[in-house]
């Protein structure tokens, strides 16, 4: 197997004005860890998100998934690359179908031309019918295949959850970033998702970086975690460990 970790990222920064937003951040994320960003509100988290998947460029640094260094590439380019996300606030397609939702994810394998899709030809039919058929898998294996016809912004909360996990991995990504994903979920519904987490990572052999507050999923999946604070890292390593150090416990409540 090789070493190459799944992500490496050096001394990753970026300056708005003459704010530093994030400084100086460099990690390791080995191929199939499951491992946490964290830190309080205003941390840098969601930047770090936005700088690995093309939203900004960085000012500084450089990252690299499975060896190739995406440094400066767009989002497509990124995507196309290997790496997925959710965010915080849910951005599905609420009045299309979950089986659409699904199939925006797989569009990037779609050959089919534009002149094709108009006429209906033959080759449109076949790719649709196998994108149908691939994005059912995939619910089904979420657990959505029921409601496949429903619209995305009628299902409850946690399985719209589930959801936007389910399109971002019909992308094929090597490397899965979720924003947040616990955010407004109730305690059995947090359980469940930390169930969902690791069934993603045991069936698709992922590599997931995970943004939370929520310290009791934190410690129950991650291996590791990199704690930030105004941007820079506080904190690095096993997660029992970060966990109770003095300093990380102060950025979090005080003195």
């Not at 509100?41 to 936005?50: D, E, I, Q, W």
Request: net charge neutral; charged share 25%.
């Amino acid at each position: 197997m090789s070493n190459t970790p799944m992500l490496k990222v050096e001394n990753l920064g970026i300056t708005f004005g003459g704010l530093k937003a994030v400084d100086n951040l460099s990690l390791s994320i080995e191929k199939r860890e499951l491992y946490g960003l964290i830190g309080p509100n205003g941390a840098g988290k969601t930047t770090v998100f936005n700088l690995l998947t093309g939203v900004y460029k960085p000012t500084t640094g450089t990252f690299c998934l499975d060896g190739e260094e995406l440094t400066g590439k767009n989002s497509v380019e990124i995507n196309r690359r290997g790496i997925a996300r959710t965010f915080q606030n849910i951005r599905l397609f609420g009045q299309m179908s979950v089986l659409d939702n699904v199939k925006v994810g797989l569009s990037n394998s779609a050959h089919y031309n534009v002149f094709e899709g108009i006429l209906r030809l033959p080759r449109y039919h076949r790719e649709e019918t196998e994108m149908n058929e691939r994005a059912m898998s995939l619910l089904s294996v979420f657990g959505l295949d029921g409601e496949y016809a429903y619209k995305a912004s009628n299902l409850p909360y946690g399985k719209q959850r589930k959801l936007e996990i389910a399109r971002a991995m019909a992308t094929s990504p090597k490397l899965l970033l979720l924003d947040e994903p616990a955010a407004g979920m109730n305690p059995n519904e947090t359980a469940e998702l930390m169930e969902t987490i690791r069934f993603v990572r045991e069936k698709f052999d992922m590599t997931i970086l995970l943004i939370e507050h929520d310290m009791k999923l934190v410690s129950g999946i991650c291996e590791n975690v990199t704690v930030l604070n105004f941007g820079t890292v506080l904190a690095s390593g096993k997660t029992d460990k970060v966990l109770d150090n003095p300093k990380v416990i102060t950025a979090y409540l005080g003195e």
